[in-house]
């Protein structure tokens, strides 16, 4: 079946823009997780839904990140005022539910170059 | 909180020679834990996870990784190594209290030579 995209592949955008970065996860899985992959930091989370709610948003690295998810399937992930910081890979997740036990897919990643 | 600790930010082995990737766990509870392969721009690949079931655990492509909460460590092994093997390996956790949102460790660069 269809594993988890993410467009567009590459987005290259000027420092102060507004990026939106999209995911689509595996159908019939209600949890969803963000996470951004970077040279000096390494992979790290930043935001996951249970359906379309996001319970904890402490790790979003600043108050220009924003992400939503809709009908409990497609999610967007909001940099607003884009810094030279914000470069990474920015990868999207999904499993079944949330549980320890679940795996998590993983899509093929948007990389982001803020010039 | 949950953690993981990679010992060796790069390994280089012969192929056809073994394989030992370190990884140590921190938590206070008994951890899900997993080894993720990343080839290059490619997308991450679970090769196996761990969670409280038999502590021997076998993944994809001869992969395998012994639990042992004596050790607080999870090791991926692997008896012989193959080119298509190089990648880079990421020892994960998930986090009881974001979601079990996946925590990384730094990472392996796994090199193969022939």
């Known amino acids: 079946g269809a594993g988890v995209s993410q467009s567009p592949s590459n987005k290259v955008t000027e420092k102060g823009k507004d990026v939106e970065l999209r995911c689509d996860p595996i159908?019939?899985?209600?949890?969803l997780y963000w996470y951004r992959q970077s040279l000096g930091q390494g992979l790290e989370f930043l935001i996951y839904?249970?359906?379309?709610?996001?319970?904890?948003k402490s790790g979003l690295p600043s108050d220009r990140f924003s992400a939503e998810r809709t009908g409990g399937s497609v999610s967007t992930l909001t940099i607003q005022r884009t810094q030279q910081e914000d470069s990474a890979v920015y990868l999207c997740?999904?499993?079944?539910?949330?549980?320890?036990?679940?795996?998590?897919?993983f899509g093929p990643g948007t990389r982001l170059t803020v010039l | 909180a949950q953690s993981v600790t990679q010992l060796d930010s790069h390994v280089s082995v012969s192929e056809g020679t073994p394989v030992l990737l370190r990884c140590n766990y921190s938590?206070?509870?008994?951890?899900?834990l997993f080894w993720y392969v990343q080839h290059p721009n490619k997308g991450l690949q679970l090769l196996l996870k761990?969670?409280?079931?038999?502590?021997l655990v076998k993944g994809i492509n001869g992969f395998e990784a012994e639990f042992k909460k004596s050790e607080t460590s999870f090791h991926l092994t692997k008896p012989s190594a193959h080119m298509s093997d190089a990648a880079e390996y990421f020892c994960?956790?998930?986090?009881?209290?974001?979601?079990?949102?996946?925590?990384f460790g730094k990472g392996t660069s796994l090199l193969v030579t022939p």
């Open positions: 997740a999904s499993s079944l539910a949330t549980s320890g036990t679940d795996t998590q897919y």
């Open positions: 938590s206070s509870y008994s951890p899900s």
């Open positions: 159908s019939g899985h209600t949890a």
């Open positions: 839904f249970q359906g379309n709610s996001a319970p904890d």
């Open positions: 761990y969670t409280s079931a038999a502590t």
């Open positions: 994960v956790v998930s986090v009881y209290n974001s979601g079990y949102a996946l925590n």
